[in-house]
């Protein structure tokens, strides 16, 4: 595949990166990668790397944009109230590069169709608002063997963590189970400060973009933890549990299952 | 043995908003137990009802969660780093 002379124009910036170069442009634009939830996590994410060049974006959202969403989700515009999350992210996206491919999925991901999903895209963004979903992803992609980038957010608090299948702890070995409903707020219980799903979100593209380009240090076996009101980053060790029930030793989840119990919460609108 | 315990936001009511708070104990049943004397009900909040940390909730003496050393028997030191990391799922929805 050769750059055409438009693309070499508009990703100048990056291609002179001795560690990206053509070759590194090239490795972006065949990338494909599903980034679930076009929220406050998805939408830093989701336009990064479509302004970078990641040649196939998956976005997964069953949602509408709300007026209560402009506040961090910076995919979406007032005109867009109303609207499909992901009509409106694709619309934004493909109006920053038309250069890719943005594959709308207006569904929530259950576990009879995330493997279905997941199969076509070579990594998957979690940017999603609840545990139940979190775990099914988790699961989905140790599972199918897809590189996981994980964020979480809370407050002022933001936890990060790349999962790589069979090399690396995967969510469930840094947190075996998810807390039962109702014990961990979420956000539209207890708040976000916008600025940090940006900082989450955009740490999650980083991530994919060194994954696709094979530069760097990822953040696999290590989980990142930001407090906004420190302006602190802080890194813990995360070793690979061989009591893990996904991707331990002796699996006890070797097929998806719904964590509905999980899901009161969700009942009442999403975080 | 002196300490020094990180508070995840969550729990800082409990700490009277102190997001950082000197702790002692041989090892962390010991820490848990000073802390629970000075915040009390912040115990119930880390462990169950057998006293085992919880599942959805790490203990990291400087960078190691204590789930891959010995638990609650973890030994500490002075000038530890000691925090605690509950999950979070919110994705900004």
Known sequence: ?271 | MQATLKVPTPLQKLTKNQAEVKVSGANIRELIEDLEKRFPGIKERICDETGKIRRFINIYVNEEDVRFLQQEETPLKDGDEISIIPAIAGGGH
Not at chain 1, 34 to 62: E, F, H, N, Q, R
Not at chain 1, 97 to 116: G, Q, T
């Open chain 1, 1 to 271: 595949m050769e750059l055409r002379e438009d693309q070499i124009e508009r990703y100048s910036r990056q291609i002179i990166l001795p560690e990206l170069g053509g070759e590194g442009q090239e490795k972006l634009l065949n990338a494909s990668i599903l980034v679930i939830g076009a929220g406050g996590l998805g939408s830093p994410c989701a336009l990064y790397l479509a302004s970078a060049g990641v040649g196939k974006i998956g976005i997964v959202d069953s949602d509408r944009v709300e007026l209560n969403n402009l506040q961090r989700q910076i995919l979406h515009s007032i005109k867009d109230v109303g609207r499909a999350k992901v009509e409106s992210a694709k619309d934004r996206l493909s109006g920053i590069n038309d250069d890719v491919e943005i594959v709308p999925y207006n569904i929530r991901v259950n576990s009879e169709n995330i493997l279905d999903i997941i199969k076509d895209y070579d990594g998957v963004v979690d940017g999603s608002d609840n545990f139940p979903t979190r775990y099914l992803v988790n699961d989905a992609c140790v599972l199918s063997r897809k590189q996981l980038f994980h964020g979480g957010i809370l407050r002022f608090d933001g936890q990060a963590i790349t999962i790589l299948p069979g090399t690396s702890a995967c969510y469930r070995c840094l947190f075996p189970e998810p807390p039962p409903p109702g014990v961990i707020p979420s956000c539209q219980e207890a708040g976000i400060l916008g600025a940090v799903a940006g900082i989450i979100g955009t740490i999650q593209a980083n991530e994919v973009l060194k994954c696709i380009l094979g530069i760097g240090d990822l953040l696999a076996g290590k989980l990142l933890i930001f407090n906004a009101l420190d302006s602190s980053f802080r890194q813990v060790k995360v070793p690979q549990d061989p009591k893990c029930p996904v991707c331990g030793e002796n699996p006890t989840v070797t097929k998806l299952i719904d964590y509905e119990e999980f899901c009161s919460l969700r009942k009442n609108k999403e975080g």
